[in-house]
């Protein structure tokens, strides 16, 4: 398997502007979360979904951010509109359950580098 | 709500030296994880801890869960450059995948 596959890599934007990221979690996990890094508040976790459907989006600053997961194999971020504060690296991670309920480690994918202006 | 604290925050040791990062959760955790961060990359898994007092060791890696499962330890035995990165403690809120991350500790290896 390829691992989680975030795009774009990197994206700068203006103000106000919409953003969408992309995830594609490892094949076979049924957990998927999305972080945001940043140098002051450190890895915050935003929203996790579990078989497609969230289950805890506490994380998620305001109404700006949504998140969704249409599929197993495919997710998005969107920002809108955008505010220079949204700057950060945003991680998406994949996981799975085992048949016991036990958790196990989360793959991470290379995260996008958002730059809002 | 749950929080994770890890000292210290930062570390500069010369290699060879040993490092100890101390993690320490406000409440009892059903398991914690270890990751590393290099710098400009991704957390990447080192290992999960389940058993009160449990220890567990990768090369020069020792990991350690606290008896009331609410703190954790990592040491490094003989530091080397490849060692530099960030490292983050990560435990799960009750009942819940909902990981909070550590604070986390960077560690800076001189050579």
Known sequence: ?117 | GQQVMQIPQYQHVQEGEDFTTYCNSSTTLSNIQWYKQRPGGHPVFLIQLVKSGEVKKQKRLTFQFGEAKKNSSLHITATQTTDVGTYFCVGPTSGTYKYIFGTGTRLKVLA
């Not at chain 1, 390829?2 to 774009?8: D, T």
């Not at chain 1, 002051?40 to 497609?52: T, W």
Request: aromatic share 12%.
């Open chain 1, 1 to 117: 398997d390829a691992g989680v596959i975030q795009s774009p890599r990197h994206e700068v934007t203006e103000m106000g502007q919409e953003v969408t990221l992309r995830c594609k979690p490892i094949s076979g996990h049924d957990y998927l979360f999305w972080y945001r890094q940043t140098m002051m508040r450190g890895l915050e976790l935003l929203i996790y979904f579990n078989n497609n459907v969230p289950i805890d989006d506490s994380g998620m600053p305001e109404d700006r951010f949504s998140a969704k997961m249409p599929n197993a194999s495919f997710s998005t971020l969107k920002i809108q509109p955008s505010e220079p504060r949204d700057s950060a690296v945003y991680f998406c991670a994949s996981s799975f359950e085992g048949p016991g309920g036990e958790s196990y480690e989360q793959y991470f994918g290379p995260g996008t580098r958002l730059t809002v202006t």
